[in-house]
Structure formats: C-alpha cells, structure tokens
C-alpha cells in the first residue's frame, strides 16, 4: 500500500470512528438487561444485551433477506446461500470454520425463513472475540466457489427429501401454498428439487452481493459482554474484509411488505402412503406490526396453545382422535396466518376437522370466556419470559426486533402490554380472524370419497 493510499484508509477509518452513533434502547437494572445499539457509517447496525450473570454469550448477524425476496426461478437461493456461507472464507476453509468453534466447546448454527436469514454462534463469554472474527469472516469473505455449490446441492436436496419425508412439517409449506398460491410466500422456503438444481453459484454470487451490504445487515449480542468492545471487534472485522460500506449509506427500513394474495375456501390434498392423515385448517392472519396482535396471541393460546385449550380438550383428551393438535399464527410485514393442526387417523379426518371448524366458528361467534382470557394471558406472560432464559432466546429477540420492527421493548413492556388486552379487545379479534372462510390443506392417504368430502370443512 502507497502512502498516499494508506493516509486516506486512515482518514476514512478515523472519520468512520467519529460518526458512529450509540443509542441506549433500553436501561436495564443495574446494568442488567440494558439494550444498546450502535449505528456504523457504512450503515451496520449493531444490538447487544447484557446479562452479567451468565458465563455465556450468543452472537448472531440478520440479514434483511428471506426466500420472499426471490424469483420464481431463484426460489431457494436464499437458503443455499445459507449453507455456502459456511462453506469457506478467504482466510478459513470449511473446517477451519467448524473446528474454531468445536474448539472452544460452542455451537454455531444458520437459519432462513421467508423474510430474513440469521448466523449466529453461542459461546463461553471469554471466546466471544473468536466468534465475532469467525460469524463476520464468513457473512463477509465468502468465496461461493462452484465446487462448492455442486457439493452443497447435494445436500440441499437431501434435506428437501428430509423435509418430504416428515408429513407434519411438509403440510405447514402446503398450507402456505394453498394460503397464498405462486407467490413468494407460497413457495418453500427450501426451494424445489427443480429449482435448486438449475441455481449456478454466478446466480448465488450476485444474490449474494445484492442482499449482504453493512446496510442489509443488523449484527446482534446477547450475554456477559460490553457493548463498547463488541462495536470495537464488530467494525475491526468489517474494515479487515473492506466491507463497512460508504459513509452516507442509510440502513434499509423494516420491511413494509407488499400486495399479497390470499385466498379462502381453498383445499389441497397431496396423497400419501402414511400411517395418519396431516391437517392444517386456518385463514388469513394479522400482519407482525398490526397492533391487534397481541390480542390475537391470547386468543391462539385459549384455542390451541396448551393442555388446557379449547382444541386439545375437545379434539385429544375428550376423544382421543388425535395426539398431535394446536393452533399457531404466523405474521409477515403485510399479511399473516391462523392455522389449527392434527395429526390423525385417515378414517377420524373428517371428525377432527368438524370439531376444529365447529370450534372456530363457535368462537367467532360468542368469543372466549374471560377465564378462558386470564388463562391464556397468564400462560402467554409465562411462556413469554421462560422463553428468553438463554441468551440464544435474547440475542434473537433483539436482533429481529431491529430488523423488522426497528425499535426494542423490554420484557416488562412486553409483559404489560399482554396485561393490557380486554376480553372485548379478544373477541374483536376473534370475529375479524376466525369468521373469515378457511382454507385446507391435508397430507395423507385419503380415498377418492374422503377427499370429496374435505370441502365441506371450508364451505
């Protein structure tokens, strides 16, 4: 490096230093729980919490990209990126990666859904330094080299035929389907068997390239650690690799969605030879931001969130049609979903699906009871703060609170606002989501009769 060159590297890296913003999000007590955020010129967000008395930390970077953003014929590319990130650096290979960590006793891990990726690394506080070198090296030094891609396409398309293989998993993406047609929500996450094997790693290096800018990114810690030295190795790493961005780059904005098709009445049926019949019953949602979200959760934990629900009394402990039944509800930046799933017998799916519509509607209807709504609350406030009891729970949290809400509430705020719902807020909710005409989806070996009859559940 010239003179010249290395004065401007030091002036570009000193007038980096000096425009960092440092916010305290949240004030913990007594420096316990207290979430800070520091925002890089190049536009690199990064969220840490401290626990002080926990000997381990998690690290983790998002990634503001999930399957959603993809093109029909890209369908999976995000996901194989995924798997590639882990496949090689311009300082690391493949091993020296998994054996850095396994080293030092942590785990390391990825994960992708229809709206963002994760990396993440959990480790005893002192190896943090390592993790943090090892999670940006790859997020920022991948190589995507084409070998590697048709090594890893392999095993992509093994995990797909895992995924086939397990019906229980495999009827949520055809509901997803069903819910929303061939749109970007509607297709699996992992990709086809056709799909996957027509992604070149040219294709995979331009997505890469496209989606994985300091200003896509939200780099979160949760654990024993200090902000201030987190942001220190966090910015060191990204200046090592050149990859802290411009000055005046702006970090993206939380997703805000766009016009998604959703259906109702619809029903698929993909036959299979299995010992049960796999259901999803269910119908548009709430989108993550809409504010009747909290009211909905107590309203998804009174129907299918435990023992006690409504779903598990009538459909398991008072009939025993089924082992497996709940509700849950997914939300996206513009739309969401309400699903009820069982697993049964192919000769009780009509009986179970009865029973969940009967229930539905019946609540849409006259609503919940307000035992039934202090039950739900209490077991959501419970549920709630029992999942955030590591710090792989918190670092998640706060990471995908920045990615797509952009702001952070503390677990007091959260626990409050879940206090704040009325039974009347319940049943507003209740009426809106669950008095909408269902959509189904059912894997198993139903007979030409049977599946004639599945209509009937959403008529």
């Not at 890089?40 to 401290?50: F, N, S, Y």
């Not at 269910?282 to 909905?296: I, K, V």
Request: with cysteine; charged share 25%; aromatic share 6%.
């Amino acid at each position: 490096m010239t003179s010249r060159n290395a004065t401007a590297t030091a002036r570009t890296s000193t007038e980096a230093r000096a425009v960092a913003r440092t916010q305290t999000l949240i004030k913990g007590t007594n420096g316990i729980g207290t979430v800070r955020k520091t925002t890089l010129p190049g536009g690199l967000r990064i969220v840490t919490e401290t626990l002080p008395s926990v000997r381990s930390a998690t690290f983790g970077i998002w990634a503001h990209v999930g399957s959603r953003d993809e093109t029909p014929s890209l369908n999976g590319a995000t996901h194989y990126l995924e798997h590639l990130l882990f496949k090689g650096t311009g300082r690391r290979s493949a091993l020296d990666i998994s054996a850095a960590i396994d080293a030092v006793g942590g785990e390391m891990n990825a994960f992708t859904a229809k709206e963002y990726t994760c990396y993440y690394a959990r480790v005893l506080d002192t190896d943090l330094p390592l993790a943090i070198d090892v999670v940006c090296d790859m997020l920022t030094g991948s190589l995507i080299l084409e070998e590697d891609v048709n090594v890893e396409r392999g095993a992509i398309l093994e995990e797909i035929a895992m995924t086939e293989d397990d019906p229980g998993d495999c009827v949520h993406d055809l509901f997803a389907h069903t819910m929303f047609g061939d749109n970007a929500l509607g297709r699996p996450v992992l990709g086809t068997v056709d799909t996957v094997n027509a992604l070149s790693a040219d294709r995979i290096r331009r997505f890469y390239k496209k989606h994985y800018d300091p200003t896509h990114l939200v780099v979160a810690a949760a654990g024993n650690i200090d902000h201030n030295k987190v942001v220190r190795q966090v910015r060191a790493a990204f200046e090592k690799a050149g990859a802290l961005g411009g000055p005046d780059a702006v970090p993206v904005a939380p997703r805000d969605g766009r016009r998604t098709i959703r259906t109702a009445g619809r029903v698929e049926l993909l036959g299979r030879k299995t010992e049960q019949a796999h259901v999803v019953l269910g119908m548009p949602g709430l989108a993550r931001t809409d504010d009747r979200r909290w009211a909905l959760g107590v309203l998804n934990t009174a129907l299918g969130g435990g023992m006690s629900s409504r779903l598990f009394q009538e459909v398991r402990e008072k009939r025993g049609l089924a082992y497996s039944v709940y509700s849950y509800t997914s939300g996206f930046a513009d739309c969401g979903l309400f699903g009820v799933y069982a697993g049964c017998r192919p000769s009780q799916v009509h009986d179970v699906l009865k029973i969940c519509r009967d229930e539905l509607d019946h609540v849409a209807e006259h609503g919940l009871s307000d035992d039934e709504i202090a039950r739900a609350m209490g077991q959501l406030q419970g549920s709630t703060v029992l999942g955030l009891e590591d710090t792989g729970a918190l670092m998640n949290r706060i990471g995908k609170s920045e990615l797509c809400w952009g702001e952070q509430m503390s677990v007091d705020d959260m626990l409050a606002r879940i206090a704040q719902v009325t039974p009347d807020e319940v049943r507003a909710v209740a009426r809106d989501v669950l008095g909408r005409r269902p959509s189904l989806s059912v894997i198993g070996p139903l007979k030409d009769k049977q599946a004639s009859r599945l209509h009937e559940a959403v008529a």
